[in-house]
């Protein structure tokens, strides 16, 4: 047995193919392993954890659309047509369980790894740079985003929530956010230090959900708070899940998507650039 | 393989590493010496090219850390000081996902890892989760997890820092293993013994700078002499004693608890001694050690 052996695709012949490739320094292009890590540990994770953040979302249809929904009747959506209550706030919360799945893997699990489990030290200790790092770690917390949109969809579909084959488009949207929910996720929780801050995230997370227009649509503000919502993440989600979900597609829908392209954009640049910082000084 | 000149680091207005000079050749084992705050981790973490240097000439087998981080980084196998072990991963799980993170396909880790079990004496503990482990088998899977990209250059940052006697021996001899097939080792320690079992040559350093270089019995000759004489005569009379019997050896050191006569030959010195009248209450001769050149070189103040 020989410990320095020649294997035919050796680790220094796979780092040493990426020689003359921009960004050489960063990346990889070996993110998959982060991915197959996460799916690893995840074999033998609980699963009561994972099913919560799942079924959340559920309980506050029962409750809000056919429970309030009963005594409210109908509301009219963004085009002015009549749609039922729980109609109106299904869309919202399927944008809400997107974000949901992808917060929990971004925020508290990447602090967990980064601070006690020093699993991006490891990494980076290895041939990955901080962006495989990154887009690893991110596209794991879309995915349980994504899961969970899937399922919400699925649950909808026998309740008769699902009008037009637009809906499925809500999928595809609902990997946008995710997306956009982790990339900004990681990139905030790298810069945290204490659990005291991580708790900030929390504190902010329930109010943007209850006050999204995710119940009620937004005009019954007052302009000003309208256009603080308006700024918000979860808004556009909300918008863009809606504009799915009740088949109203405009040129508004071309906004909230870029607003979470420039979110995924802006959260993998600072990602990278704090992992750079922390471990690669 | 590596070669330092006038390496430097600075944090801030803090200076870890003071330009330092030193080669390491291919297939030796290099040690590291230092009381802690020395520059040590400082210097590996230079090496393992997780950490740009401020100043000076850093080369890795011929590359540049600050530009070729990666490629570097795949011919080398990090053993870090504390043991950073996958906790929600499986034994053999740690290993596979290592190797995954350097690119190495599915097929040709499936035979590494049972190789690497093996050599870690680990293949009962396959399926067992990374943090059941005890602390010696826990370093000797992080120590199989630096070697699953086969490298050139294997660092340890002080390797059986917190193992029990029984659990040392058995690294020091993975570790040997490790040496005749040709792995080069760099190895940070503050334990003397260590340093004497392990290292072809070392480099001894204190606040940022090297004290001093050459294999261990080299050093011995250079700072210590042949052998040490220990008596002791009570706490209260060592130092009016000491006035005494300072002609004996080449250097004399005066401790609370005991007197040290650095000499050619302990035995001697110990009856010079009796004849005097003197009875010391315990007295021993012993062999230098490095522990002898490194307290010389690095002071007996306590460092934090």
């Not at chain 1, 499925?168 to 990681?186: D, H, N, Y």
């Not at chain 1, 809606?242 to 979470?260: K, V």
């Not at chain 2, 002080?158 to 021996?169: F, I, K, M, S, V």
């Amino acid at each position: 047995m020989s410990m320095i052996g020649l294997a035919a695709d050796s680790a220094v012949a796979i780092a040493e193919r990426r020689r003359n490739k921009p960004g050489r320094g960063v990346y990889s292009g070996r993110s998959r392993v982060a991915l197959e890590r996460n799916l690893m540990a995840f074999r033998s994770s609980n699963w009561i954890i994972v099913l919560s953040g799942f079924v959340e979302p559920l309980f506050y249809l029962m409750a809000f659309g056919f429970g309030i929904g009963q005594l409210i009747g109908g509301v009219t959506d963004g085009s002015g047509h009549p749609v039922s209550y729980a109609a109106f706030i299904a869309p919202a919360l399927l944008a809400t369980s997107a974000m949901n799945g992808a917060i929990y893997d971004s925020t508290w699990n990447v602090f967990f790894k980064m601070h006690f489990a020093k699993l991006y030290e490891t990494m980076l200790a290895t041939s990955l740079g901080p962006l495989d790092v990154a887009v690893g770690e991110i596209s794991w917390a879309l995915l349980r985003g994504l899961v969970y949109a899937i399922g919400f969809m699925a649950v909808m579909a026998p309740l008769g929530l699902i009008p037009s084959w637009w809906a499925l488009l809500a999928i595809p949207g609902a990997v946008l956010i995710a997306f956009g929910f982790a990339s900004f996720g990681m990139a905030i929780t790298s810069y945290l230090k204490t659990f005291h801050q991580m708790n900030w995230i929390n504190f902010f997370m329930l109010p943007m959900f209850l006050f999204s227009g995710t119940f009620y649509p937004l005009n019954i503000y007052p302009e000003w708070i309208q256009s603080v919502i308006q700024a918000l993440p979860l808004w556009h989600a909300i918008q863009l899940e809606r504009g799915f979900m009740l088949g109203n597609i405009d040129s508004s829908i071309g906004w909230h998507i870029a607003y979470f392209l420039v979110m995924i954009v802006a959260g993998l640049f600072f990602t990278t650039r704090r992992l750079t910082a922390l471990f690669i000084k | 393989m590596i070669v330092a000149r006038g390496l430097r680091k600075v944090y801030g207005d803090f200076v870890a590493v003071d330009g330092i000079d030193f080669e390491v050749r291919k297939g030796e084992a290099f040690g590291l010496l230092g009381p802690n705050g020395a520059g040590k981790s400082t210097t590996m973490k230079m090496i393992a090219s997780v950490s740009k240097r401020t100043g000076g000439e850093l080369t890795i087998l011929g590359l540049d850390p600050n530009k070729r981080g990666p490629e570097i980084r795949a011919h080398l196998g990090v053993v870090p000081q504390q043991d950073n072990l996958d906790r929600e991963l499986k034994v053999h799980e740690n290993l596979f996902a290592y190797g995954r993170f350097f690119g190495l396909s599915r097929k040709f880790l499936k035979t590494k890892v049972e190789e690497l079990l093996e050599f870690a004496q680990l293949t009962e503990k396959r399926n067992a989760k990374a943090e059941e482990l005890s602390g010696g088998m826990k370093r000797r899977l992080t120590i199989a997890r630096g070697l699953v990209n086969e490298p050139e250059i294997l660092m340890l940052d002080e390797p059986t820092t917190g193992l029990d006697p029984q659990a040392r021996h058995i690294l020091w001899d993975r570790l040997f293993r490790l040496k005749e097939q040709g792995v080069t080792l760099v190895i940070t320690t503050h334990y003397m013994d260590e340093a004497e079992q392990l290292c072809d040559r070392l480099i001894v350093m204190d606040k940022g700078k090297i004290m001093a270089e050459g294999s261990p019995a080299d050093l011995i000759k250079r700072f210590a002499s042949k052998e040490v004489l220990e008596v002791r005569f009570g706490s209260s009379k060592n130092i009016e004693i000491a006035e005494q019997i300072f002609h004996l050896g080449h250097r004399t050191e005066v401790l609370p608890d005991r007197i040290l006569i650095y000499s050619e030959n302990g035995e001697e010195d110990l009856q010079a001694i009796l004849k005097l009248g003197l009875e010391p209450v315990t007295s021993l001769v012993r062999r230098s050690s490095l522990e002898d050149v490194f307290l010389r070189l690095t002071g007996r103040t306590l460092v934090e």
